[in-house]
């Protein structure tokens, strides 16, 4: 596993093509036994169209790539089995919410989820929603995980101009800052509350993570390195 890389850039370029992934269409058969399999565990699962990326490139303060369309049980499969096709990766944006008083503030993945029990900033994988003509609009794509999953809108933080590229073997997780102006346990109060009132909240809780003595091991690689370089202290 790679060690992860993080570059920060100002601008992104990510525009969808209409390539066709070929292990999703000669490995259809295993695909689809596989997501059967899933379903069967976790009803709510859906096989909705997804947008996955290859070409990657990072040039000055730009990070392209080319999106493409497939269906959740495609990448769902090739994140699995180990990501069998390198040629491709999964990428993201993720709202790195940010409290006051410096706590980040992460949520636990519900059980019924296909992620069950990971714990990270609001995020997902692209999906035709975030298409803007043939953009891949991943700042739209973030402010709707944010109020889709924390039940907060764009009123209650202040996103960062850039953004910070995790990179790590199958992924590239475009992180922006979000920060709020109240300290953590607010914050968390107020997550809470909404998740409350949703009929089938994602989450099934809120983390506060003021130092990496409060990381976990269900928090992703490429979570621990971004919070890991934010906080440290400046020099």
């Given amino acids: 596993m ?26 259809r058969d295993e695909i689809d036994a596989h997501f059967a399999g899933k379903r069967a565990e976790k009803p709510q699962l859906f096989n909705g169209r997804v947008l996955l990326a290859r070409n990657a490139q990072f040039t ?19 994140r699995d089995w180990r990501c069998p096709d390198p040629d491709v990766f999964n990428g993201f944006g993720m709202g790195a919410l940010r409290a006051s008083d410096g ?4 949520g636990e993945m519900g059980q019924h989820t296909s992620n069950a029990r990971r714990i990270y900033f609001a995020a997902g994988t692209p999906d035709l929603d975030d298409l803007r003509g043939d953009v891949v609009d991943i700042a739209g794509s973030v402010t709707r995980e944010v109020e889709e999953e924390l039940g907060l809108t764009e009123a209650d933080y202040r996103a960062d101009a850039g953004w910070s590229c995790v990179v790590t073997d199958f992924s590239v997780a475009m992180m922006r800052l979000l920060n709020a102006d109240q300290p953590g346990e607010t914050l968390r109060s107020i997550i809470e509350a909404n998740l409350a009132g949703q009929a089938s909240p ?6 506060l993570v003021r130092s990496e003595a409060d990381f976990t091991p269900t928090m992703p690689l490429f979570v621990t390195a971004f919070m890991t370089a934010q906080l440290m202290p400046a020099t």
């Fill in 2 to 27: 790679m060690t992860p890389v993080i570059h920060r850039v100002t601008q992104l370029d990510l525009t969808r093509s209409d390539w066709q992934w070929p292990f999703a269409r000669e490995r």
């Fill in 103 to 106: 706590a980040f503030v992460l």
């Fill in 60 to 78: 000055g303060n730009q990070f392209s790539a080319e999106y493409f369309e497939t269906d959740f049980a495609s990448f769902l499969a090739w």
């Fill in 202 to 207: 994602e989450l099934s809780g809120i983390h």
